[in-house]
């Protein structure tokens, strides 16, 4: 095509537009020419979403798209290993514990071609779940009761759920920031109780222990005379 020349065989090209090349031989006596017609399909973009800011231990999910093609496209989302679907358009990931860039590339289906990666940028706020167990007093004597109070941190912030057990019996359950528990053990010696705090991703347990002195006890004896 006008623009273009070459004197080898077999001449690489870069056409960025659909283009007939035509090419001429001769012996020195003879001359014949022949023509190839080249079809340039476009480079299909990738488009990985906006940024994301997620808690500390959760999972999100990666909106995909790609245009500029031929409306059918593979998808592919590196690194694989953290996401649900890494061949799907949109995809969950699974729960995050380090900020992670995600990369997307899409390929025409109909024409093979791939677009460059898009990259999306997920970053982690806050730290790992953690739940703290506290005793309002590590002492009380039988018939007694005292306040045990479990404080969570990290993770999903305000999506707190809270169940208290007694070795394996559930004693309650309930959400919010903070949870309370009163208890009056019948019986003496030490008792533990178990708070395990999810916050929907995953799940933390501590416990606390309370001693429960015996009742105290005492003998009225009658005087002697003589």
């Given at each position: ?156 912030e305000g999506n707190y759920t809270y169940t ?63």
């Amino acid at each position: 095509p006008p623009g273009f020349s070459s004197d080898v065989q077999n001449p690489v090209v870069y056409p960025t537009i659909n283009t007939t090349y035509t090419v001429t031989i001769s012996d020195g006596f003879n001359v014949t020419s022949a023509s190839v017609s080249i079809t340039v399909y476009p480079v299909p973009n990738s488009n990985s979403g906006p940024d994301q800011n997620i808690s500390y231990g959760t999972s999100t999910t990666l909106y995909g798209s790609a245009s500029n093609g031929t409306s059918t496209y593979y998808f592919s989302w590196e690194p694989a290993n953290l996401l649900i679907s890494p061949t799907s358009a949109s995809t969950a990931t699974h729960n995050l514990y380090a900020t992670t860039v995600f990369r997307l590339k899409a390929t025409d289906a109909n024409t093979g071609c791939q677009s460059i990666f898009d990259s999306v940028l997920v970053t982690l706020e806050g730290g790992p779940l953690g739940v703290t167990a506290t005793s309002q007093d590590d002492t009380i004597c039988k018939g007694e009761s005292t306040t045990l109070t479990a404080y969570g941190y990290g993770g999903d912030e305000g999506n707190y759920t809270y169940t208290w057990y007694k070795g394996s019996e559930v004693v309650k359950t309930e959400n919010g920031e903070i949870s309370n528990l009163i208890i009056s053990p019948a019986t003496n010696g030490n008792h533990t109780y178990t708070v395990k705090i999810f916050d929907g991703y995953n799940e933390y347990s501590q416990y606390v222990t309370v001693f429960i002195a015996p009742t105290p006890s005492f003998i009225i004896q009658a005087p002697c005379f003589t």
